[in-house]
């Protein structure tokens, strides 16, 4: 895994509820101290509590309300962070992926890791550190290859390629 102090760490496919649970085994495994992005959803009782101790933030993704512009600056003032988000934003099949994490990275100046759940070969594996620069399309491009080669919980949700 990349030793910066500051990083967004991109983990998909993302087919299932099991792909959170075994995340938090890994982070807890890590020793890793880690903010994420969540559905508002799932920051209600009993939950919230456990939610927010692992480092959820809850973002209610039915309007646009500066996200991008809000987890940058939070990165640039902290000493240390590992934000970990879902490129596809969902469990569902979905193309293109959502290119919010690389506009945070880029806005922030900190690289992205991606990181694979892959069932078929039980392991968790670290592809490319990615130095977003002004070609975004390129660098999703260089992503969607690093997770087609990860096999997912459900392969049929899992999309890479249109």
């Not at 807890?28 to 508002?40: D, E, P, Q, W, Y």
Request: charged letters at 20%.
């Amino acid at each position: 895994m990349i030793k910066s102090p500051k990083v967004v760490l991109t983990v998909a496919p993302h087919t299932s509820n099991w792909d959170f649970v075994l995340g938090v085994l890994f982070i807890m495994a890590m020793r890793l101290k880690v903010s994420f992005f969540g559905k508002h959803t799932l920051f209600r009782p009993p939950l919230v509590w456990f939610m927010k101790r692992i480092g959820g933030i809850p973002i209610d993704r039915s309007r646009s309300h500066g996200v991008v512009a809000q987890a940058a600056a939070d990165i640039r003032q902290k000493q240390r962070i590992v934000l970990v988000l879902a490129p596809e934003g969902t469990r569902k099949a979905v193309f293109p992926w959502r290119k919010g994490f690389l506009h945070i990275a880029q806005t922030a100046n900190v690289p992205v890791q991606c990181v694979g759940l892959d069932y078929k070969r039980k392991k968790l594996i670290f592809g490319p550190v990615i130095c977003v620069d002004e070609n975004i399309e390129q660098q999703m491009q260089t992503i969607y290859r690093f997770y087609a080669t990860v096999n997912a919980r459900y392969p049929a949700q899992c999309k890479v390629t249109e």
